[in-house]
């Protein structure tokens, strides 16, 4: 009979609980809700302010909104485009980035797909126009 | 052989491990339950005070997200909600504060706020007895007061009948105009107007954009 | 020979008392869990849920108030978790406030709601479950809002 160290059962059988255990525990180290206002509602609170303002503006020329003129046709979105651009970059602040969609071609930046994005509607006598602001 | 009391001392340290592995994880849960309680009544009140101020029909407002620079001067705490500290400002200065709500939750919203003036001239009238206004506005006041013998039956706006009397117009009126037009004002009289026949009173607005903050303590 | 004699107890005995106090221990630990620590988390987390559900149902009623201009009567279903802790609860019109209402002390709560000057009167109470909100037209002008239960 050789002297054969040997592992004691109950030191194996403990680790194996304690595995157990500090398994259970991983689940409440991840995922932490946000406190306060959701970056999600104060985008999409942005977006909605932004399309509100847009959509209720004074025209350069023609009848209805400024906004119903760019979406109106292909020639007006042309004219339009970098009016509209410049009058979205000035309402929004610095730190937001944007981009708005028409009919007939969009402004703005390309949209992110990995970080937070609000998004608003406004609709339009030729269509959906969209806005979607994210964090730069 | 020994093996069998030597089990004991073994038994008893791998319970304590596991005792203590468990209070380790009770203790963590602890600490991410006090980390999650997220209070969500601040941002709630924030999101929907924030949202009511900006509405069309809201205390401060002329039209969706649009406020009078008048209404914002003269706010009042009597349209917040009681028990609840809040705080409104607006382009950084605070405008209505009631209690103390540093802590809270804050939502922006983006608004234009508008700044009314009423703009006065007398049109010099000579030849074709129009005017065009230098700005766009929502209404007018016309005061006209021709002499004697002249009578002013009509007034256009862009060519659409604003005021007529046959009799003969004299006095102070008011008419409302689009607001997305340029508008020139043609009078129909019986002879040519001189200066000081009609008097133009009209709505100037000068729009600024501001940040209106709400900071929100349930 | 000698070895087996100066062993203080025979194997059978060492591994029942193994048994025994492993036992033990997972009597004890169980009571203890079950006594103090998972009572106060179900608890605390009843409260959780009951101001969470509190402030859904708040914001469901502040948005179902329709824009101005409007004149229509709206009938929007609000979700709300039929139990909480196990047991039900209420979710009364108090003024211009929400109370929920619950046979535990620690989950309740009042919040404020911020509705237009249109709305004349909030009145109501859910009891879980199949929740509805009602806006409509009072004859002397201006908004109602019902809690109600329904089946919209």
């Known amino acids: 009979m050789r002297e054969r160290a040997q592992l004691s059962l109950p030191v194996v059988e403990a680790g194996i609980g304690v595995l157990f255990v500090v398994a259970v525990a991983t689940a409440f180290a991840f995922g932490v809700p946000e406190v306060g206002v959701s970056r999600h509602a104060q985008l999409d609170a942005y977006a909605q302010d932004a399309a509100t303002v847009l959509g209720n503006e004074a025209p350069s020329h023609g009848e209805s909104t400024r906004l119903a003129e760019v979406a109106a046709s292909e020639d007006a979105f042309d004219r339009e485009a970098d009016a509209l651009e410049r009058r979205v970059d000035r309402i929004l602040p610095d730190n937001l980035m944007y981009r708005v969609e028409t009919p007939h071609g969009a402004v703005g930046f390309v949209r992110p797909s990995n970080v937070a994005v609000g998004v608003a509607h406004v609709p339009t006598g030729s269509g959906r126009v969209t806005v979607w602001v994210w964090y730069a | 052989m020994s093996r069998a009391q030597a089990n004991l001392p073994a038994l008893v340290v791998a319970l304590l491990l596991v005792t203590t592995s468990v209070g380790v994880t009770v203790g963590l849960a602890a600490s991410a339950f006090a980390g999650a309680d997220a209070d969500p009544a601040d941002a709630r009140l924030a999101g ?27 706010a009042s705490s009597d349209s917040l909600p009681e028990n609840a500290s809040i705080r409104v400002r607006l382009g950084g200065d605070p405008i209505l504060e009631q209690g103390d709500p540093d802590g809270g939750a804050t939502m922006q919203r983006i608004v234009l706020v508008v700044d009314a003036e009423r703009r006065t001239f007398e049109p010099a009238l000579t030849g074709r007895d129009a005017v065009t206004l230098p700005r766009r506005t929502s209404n007018a006041t016309l005061t006209i007061d021709p002499r004697p013998g002249a009578s002013v039956t009509a007034v256009r706006a862009n060519d659409r009948v604003v005021l007529h009397d046959p009799g003969g117009l004299d006095g102070t009126y008011d008419i409302a105009l689009a607001r997305y037009d340029t508008v020139e004002l043609s009078f129909d009289a019986s002879r040519d107007l001189v200066a000081g026949s009609v008097t133009v009173t009209y709505r100037v607005e000068t729009t600024t954009k501001a940040v209106l903050e709400v900071t929100a303590d349930a | 020979m000698s070895d087996q004699q100066s062993r203080a107890v025979v194997p059978s005995v060492g591994k029942a008392l193994e048994a025994g106090i492993v036992v033990m221990f997972v009597a004890l630990l169980t009571t203890t869990l079950f006594g103090s620590v998972v009572p106060n988390a179900r608890t605390a987390a009843a409260d959780e849920v009951g101001e969470r559900t509190l402030q859904h149902a708040a914001a469901s009623v502040e948005q179902a108030v329709p824009p101005v201009g409007a004149n229509v009567a709206v009938e929007r279903r609000v979700s709300l978790p039929g139990t909480i802790r196990g047991r039900g609860y209420r979710i009364e019109a108090d003024g211009n406030a929400l109370v929920l209402v619950h046979a535990n002390q620690r989950v309740g709560g009042r919040t404020p709601l911020s509705l237009p000057d249109r709305v004349r009167s909030v009145r109501g109470n859910w009891t879980g479950g199949d929740a509805v909100v009602r806006v409509e037209q009072h004859p002397d002008g201006g908004l109602v809002v019902v809690l109600t239960e329904g089946s919209a």
């Open chain 2, 48 to 74: 929907s005070l924030s949202e009511r101020l900006v509405a069309a029909d809201g205390p401060l407002s002329v039209r969706a997200n649009v406020l009078s620079r008048a209404a914002v001067e003269n």
